[in-house]
Structures are given as structure tokens and as C-alpha cells.
């Protein structure tokens, strides 16, 4: 059974950083594309970057260069560093894995996710 459980989450003050962590088990991270979203409350599921491998990753344009995606393949574990945070990066966020998205930041596209975990972020 496939399971993603994300840590790491928590409160920051503007500015700060934080890296996110998302264990993955009942899959083998190195075929799959891990992606992370996030949700702030009243708006939309939106995706953060997904990644394939060193070379098959994307972000979205909004956060580019203030985050970093990553995975470790032999602890089957995807990352996210976060940096120069701000209040309106509050939201939970969360890891959805899937085969064949292609570099999709679409979060229908992503049947398996985790439950999520709280980012906060105060002024």
C-alpha cells in the first residue's frame, strides 16, 4: 500500500526557512514523479515543483528561486527547502506522487498524496 507521510512543518518568521520532508513507502520513489502542493485557506490546491530525477524536475513560476525540490532515492524521501518565507506562503502543504504526469502541476493529475502538513508563517 502506498503511503506518503510529510514532516517538517511549523512556524517561521518572515524571511526564515524551512525544509519539508516527505517519506514515501509502498513505492519506490525513483519511478515515480514526487510533487509538492500547497493549499491556503479559501483558495486553491496549487503546485509547488514535481521531480522525476536531477534532470526532469519543474517549478512553478511563482515560487521559483525560493524553493528547492529534491528526493533521495535510497531513503525514498522527497524534499522541499523553503526560503525567504512570507505570511502568504501560510497554507498546508502537501505531497502527491504519480507515474506518468510528465512534469504536470495539475493536482488532479496526482492520485496518491499525503495528509499534509502546516507551514505558518508570521510577520
Known amino acids: 500500500q502506498l503511503k506518503l507521510m510529510e514532516s517538517g512543518g511549523g512556524s517561521v518568521q518572515a524571511g526564515g526557512s524551512m525544509k519539508l520532508s516527505c517519506a514515501a513507502s509502498?513505492?519506490?520513489?525513483?519511478?515515480?514523479?514526487m510533487a509538492w502542493f500547497r493549499q491556503a485557506p479559501g483558495k486553491e490546491r496549487e503546485g509547488i515543483a514535481t521531480m522525476y530525477s536531477p534532470g526532469r524536475l519543474k517549478y512553478a513560476d511563482s515560487l521559483m528561486g525560493r524553493v528547492t525540490i529534491s528526493k533521495d532515492n535510497a531513503k525514498n524521501t522527497l524534499y522541499l527547502q523553503l526560503n525567504s518565507l512570507k505570511p502568504e506562503d501560510t497554507a498546508i502543504y502537501y505531497c502527491a506522487a504519480e507515474s506518468y504526469v510528465w512534469g504536470s502541476l495539475l493536482p488532479g493529475e496526482y492520485k496518491y498524496w499525503g495528509q499534509g502538513t502546516q507551514v505558518t508563517v508570521s510577520s
Open positions: 509502498g513505492i519506490r520513489s525513483s519511478v515515480y514523479w
